[in-house]
Every structure is written in C-alpha cells, then in structure tokens.
C-alpha cells in the first residue's frame, strides 16, 4: 500500500529561524522546499525580505523564491494554484515537502483552498493604493470601517494588506469581502502537518534589531533607492521598503527609519504570532530542526522517509 504523502508547513514569525530549520529538515527527508512568503517571491527583492542566500538555496531546492515579478499581481489565489502544481511535481518523486513560510493567507490557501472573489479593476486598485501612501493607515482604517464594518470587526486592522483588499473589493463590487467566503475547506489529497515556530518575545526581538542592522550594513538603502521608481506597486507597499521611501523622499531621516523598520517588524511579528494561534492544528515549537523531525514523523506517517542515520 502507498504512503500517503505529507507536507510539512513550517510557520512562525519574522526571524524566528524558518529558514535554516526548513533546510535541515527537507535535508533530512530528502525532499524539497515551497516558500510561502508573500515578498520573497519577487525577483527585484533580496534584502528587505530577508531572501535565503545563495549557500541556502543551493542546499536544498527552492520554489517560490524570486520566481516572479513586482510588476506582476500576485495573490493568495496565485501562491495556491503555483504551491499545489509544485506540490504535485515534489510528491512525484518524494513522499515529504517542506512548506515553510509566514504569510498565514497564503498557508491557508495551499491547506484547505480560497474564497472565490471577483476581480477589481486595476483602476480602483490603484486608487486605494494611492489614496493609502498620501493619506496613512489611520485613514485606511477609518475607510474600511465605514464601508466594510463587518469586516473591521473580525480583519486585521493593522495591516494594510488586507484592509487595502477589503476597501477595493467593496468599491469594485458594493459588497464585503465577506460575503464572498464560502466557508468550506477543500480537501487535499495529502496529510498536513502545521508546526509554528516561536521564541521568547525579548529575543524574538532582538532578532529582528540584528537583522534589520544587518540589512543596512549588506546595503538595503541602495536596494530600496533602486526602487524609487516603483514604489507606488503594490508588491513594495511592505516593511523596509516603505520607511525608506519616506526617507528618500524627504520625509524622514534615515535614523528614523531604520527604528521604524525595527518597530514595524516586530508589529508585524506580532500580527502573525495572532494569525497563527487562532488555528490550532498548530504544534508550537522552538527552532530547533531535530524536534521538528520528530513531531513530523510521529504525526504522518513517513518513518520510512528517513534519509539521514
């Protein structure tokens, strides 16, 4: 009888270590790796977004990773349709994936589908956009929960993303975003194990502080300057990119920004820490790859898969 096959989603926060601990065990189960990262998809993007290194890449396959555009629209419907191809081409030759990543909409497509929600015209898109980057977060808030209480009550309303999302489909079609949710998880053909990483707040923080010094010192000013061009997209409306806009604009000092990319990932850390706890398929774990393995093979079952003694 064939084992049925497994993919094993490792999930967490912003620099809590995803990366090196979905090398080690993809290594182990001698399989391959999709990234659900909704940024580091762009091929433009390297280190604002915290991309692998090359030494990472080169260990283990990688997909989803600078595969595609910022002048491209990608979306969750998007990262489902491209995870669920790769997913079927990795089970092809191995039992196990690896799915690591901390997009929580986009986990949540490969494991149970999306709601079905029109398209909105690239004109209103634009708009919200726009709209949004003259006018702040506090405006958007106050506009989503004008036209889409309903929404405002259970979304996240500190991050633009999805208020952003909500507001154009309201103005596109006149109705919630939630009335287009169905409700009604797909089912897959194979086994899903979701572990959620986690460290203490207090070093999970000084994580983020290294990274983000880091990513000034590896040259993140002359990344985003390079962008200037494009930082009205949509794929550049994200933390590290947008404090630095304001600065070479003439908004800010670049001290300013730099403690405001610090301040606004750990915000954002925060954000996915909620995502995350609200499901509780969840194993909590701390970074730690020999763990992982362990919690993956008990809960599937892919023993056999072992590549390593």
Not at 265 to 281: I, P
């Amino acid at each position: 009888m064939a084992t049925k096959k497994t993919a094993i989603i490792i999930a967490g926060p912003t620099a809590v270590g995803k990366t090196s601990v979905a090398i080690e065990v993809a290594k182990h189960f001698g399989t391959e790796i999709i990234s659900a990262d909704s940024r580091q998809c762009y091929k433009e993007l390297n280190i604002g977004v915290a991309r692998p290194s090359e030494d990472e890449l080169r260990q283990v396959p990688h997909h989803f990773i600078a595969s595609h555009s910022i002048h491209e629209k990608i979306t969750a419907a998007t990262f489902e349709n491209y995870a669920l191809e790769k997913a079927d081409e990795i089970f092809h030759k191995n039992d196990v994936l690896v799915l690591v990543g901390g997009t929580g909409l986009y986990i949540k497509a490969f494991c149970e589908g999306m709601d079905e929600i029109p398209d909105v015209p690239e004109a209103v898109r634009a708009e919200v956009i726009r709209l949004y980057q003259q006018n702040g977060l506090e405006w958007l808030q106050q506009e989503v929960a004008r036209a889409d209480p309903g929404f405002y009550s259970v979304g996240e309303t500190k991050n633009p993303q999805r208020l952003m999302r909500a507001l154009e489909v309201w103005q596109a079609t006149g109705k919630s975003i939630l009335d287009f949710r169905k409700g009604k998880k797909e089912e897959r053909d194979f086994d899903v194990v979701k572990i959620a990483l986690h460290l203490p707040k207090e070093e999970l923080h000084r994580h983020i502080e290294t990274r983000v010094d880091k990513m000034i010192e590896t040259g993140l000013e002359d990344e985003v300057r390079s962008l200037i061009p494009f930082q009205h997209l949509n794929a550049l409306q994200t933390v590290g990119y947008k404090e630095l806009f304001d600065y070479f604009n003439g908004e800010t000092d670049v001290h300013t920004a730099i403690a405001l990319i610090k301040r606004n990932t750990k915000q954002y850390a925060k954000r996915q820490m909620t995502w995350f706890k609200k499901d509780q398929q969840y194993r909590w774990l701390q970074p730690d790859a020999r763990e992982v393995i362990q919690i993956s093979k008990s809960a599937g079952d892919i023993a056999k898969q072992d590549k390593i003694k």
